[in-house]
């Protein structure tokens, strides 16, 4: 097949900065917005990432990759390797500081020598550090002071600066269940709908699941069912936005029934589709939607 050597669509982050100005949760960040990423990458490899990242499957669309102090002489190489990979691909450098003041602090509490400090003490491997970094800063197109953030505030900038439009950084799962074989260990909301009518005891429905349309047209052909759903799609859309401020990645909504064959599928589906509009692209599970009683 035909590599796209285009770069659509694909975009690579070179993260570097400062010791202990949170390089790390910057790093962590952007894998939960779906980069692959990569610690303490050689300077050298950069190029073969790079090209790798323009060239490969799915999994390299997006690529963050940390360079920094610990690469010793070899970072002098950063800058004249930033340019020829920014002659070529969709790259951006992102420069990560703090104060003297934050990071003197932060390296107090960790009890962490400085990489440059060279057994002296850590204000000397701070400036140092400065100096050699300069030049790379000067090339960045971004830079972030850490400095007024904690860790959640942080991830959650990074978060809103970066990404995609297309894209929550909170992974969304729907799933059904059947009650009678337990609440599914990972929920963390749980929606009870066996108060709804039962397909199971429609005779013409009974043998289809909640997945077929004159299934789901039955269940949701009720008032109650039509006034749950709209509270519930209501409650998730208020939820949804804070849950990703409070720096949660993965969300589980649940829906039992009796059999988790009819009624809990039929639901799921309905608040599935509804997210799926308001650009929150859930999975769904239908656990137990082909389990028998013994």
């Not at 590599?3 to 982050?13: K, M, T």
């Not at 969304?172 to 009870?192: E, K, N, Q």
């Amino acid at each position: 097949m035909k590599q796209d050597r285009s770069g659509a669509g694909r975009r690579i982050v070179i993260l570097t900065g400062l010791s202990g100005s949170g390089k790390g949760t910057i790093l962590k960040a952007f894998e939960d917005l779906g980069f692959y990423c990569i610690d303490n990458l050689p300077v050298d490899l950069l190029p073969t990432l790079s090209e790798l990242a323009m060239l490969g499957g799915r999994a390299y669309e997006r690529v963050a990759l940390l360079v920094d102090a610990r690469e010793r002489e070899n970072l002098q190489k950063l800058p004249a390797t930033y340019r020829r990979l920014a002659r070529k691909y969709p790259v951006t450098l992102v420069f990560v500081e703090a104060s003297d003041v934050a990071l003197l602090r932060r390296f107090s509490e960790t009890r962490r020598p400085h990489p440059l400090s060279g057994g002296r003490r850590v204000g000397e491997g701070i400036r140092r550090e400065r100096r050699i970094m300069a030049p790379i800063r000067r090339l960045a197109d971004t830079v972030i002071d850490t400095s007024p953030f904690n860790v959640h505030e942080l991830r959650k900038f990074v978060i809103d600066r970066f990404q995609a439009e297309d894209r929550h950084p909170l992974v969304v799962s729907v799933v059904s269940f059947a009650y009678r074989f337990g609440i599914p260990a990972d929920a963390d909301l749980v929606f009870d709908v066996r108060f709804l009518p039962n397909p199971h005891f429609v005779p013409g429905l009974r043998r289809y699941s909640g997945r077929e349309r004159k299934v789901a047209r039955y269940v949701l052909s009720f008032r109650e069912s039509q006034g749950f759903l709209r509270r519930v799609v209501g409650l998730l859309v208020y939820l949804l936005p804070r849950y990703v401020e409070e720096g949660k990645s993965y969300l589980t909504i649940a829906f039992g029934c009796t059999g988790g064959r009819h009624r809990s599928v039929a639901l799921s589906e309905a608040v599935a589709r509804a997210l799926e509009k308001r650009g929150y692209g859930p999975k769904v599970i239908h656990r137990d939607i082909d389990r028998t009683v013994a």
